[in-house]
T-cell receptor
């Protein structure tokens, strides 16, 4: 799986949009971009994934650049409950054996301030 | 409701004792995974299993053992050979071969060895 690079931390004001960047310059054509988040002392939670088109769901939006070498997770109206570690991961969609595992880096710590 | 259950949430053991962490899922997922998380670090894969009676070592399998006798259950034993067992342990499951469904994580077990 391609590796990802995320800044270690960022903060934003409550009610404002939080834009979390991720670089994945070695991503392959068949690899998807996934985002998970982990609130303190809980298991990670799936947020969203995409291949090349922008995606939106009830939690967030995912913007992938045209060359697919980077992406941005957008939380449109951040709340205090969005304070968490956010992981950006790339992986092939159809996988068996060793390709089935998700590899988590250190992620980016988002702090939402009142 | 379908989900993945880890028990207990907190576990204390004396050094030199083996301890088994429970992970049960009723999502009918084929694949199950065990991760370890240390403070300020990402998740590291210990073991994973794609089908019943089959499992593979992850990146840090030394000092751990698993079994997969039932589809629903994937217990992890932390043996006395594990030099630094104190950590947060996370179990996850997914539909094998279809990464787009993402992983479902349990709420974790915090193991402290004294």
């Amino acid at each position: 799986d391609a590796k990802t690079t995320q800044p270690p931390s960022m903060d934003c004001a409550e009610g404002r949009a939080a834009n979390l960047p991720c670089n994945h310059s070695t991503i392959s054509g068949n690899e998807y971009v996934y985002w998970y988040r982990q609130i303190h002392s809980q298991g990670p939670q799936y947020i969203i994934h995409g291949l090349k088109n922008n995606e939106t769901n009830e939690m967030a939006s995912l913007i992938i650049t045209e060359d697919r070498k980077s992406s941005t997770l957008i939380l449109p109206h951040a709340t205090l409950r969005d304070t968490a570690v956010y992981y950006c991961i790339v992986r092939v969609a159809i996988h068996t054996g060793a390709n089935s595992k998700l590899t988590f880096g250190k992620g980016i710590t988002l702090s939402v301030r009142p | 409701d379908g989900g993945i259950t880890q028990s207990p949430k907190y576990l204390f053991r004396k050094e030199g004792q083996n301890v088994t962490l429970s992970c049960e899922q009723n999502l009918n997922h084929d694949a199950m995974y065990w991760y370890r998380q240390d403070p300020g670090q990402g998740l590291r894969l210990i073991y994973y299993s794609q089908i019943v009676n089959d499992f593979q070592k992850g990146d840090i399998a030394e000092g751990y053992s698993v079994s997969r006798e039932k589809k629903e259950s994937f217990p992890l034993t932390v043996t006395s050979a594990q030099k630094n067992p104190t950590a947060f342990y996370l179990c996850a499951s997914s539909i094998a071969g279809q990464g787009n469904y993402g992983y479902t994580f349990g709420s974790g077990t915090r193991l402290t060895v004294v």
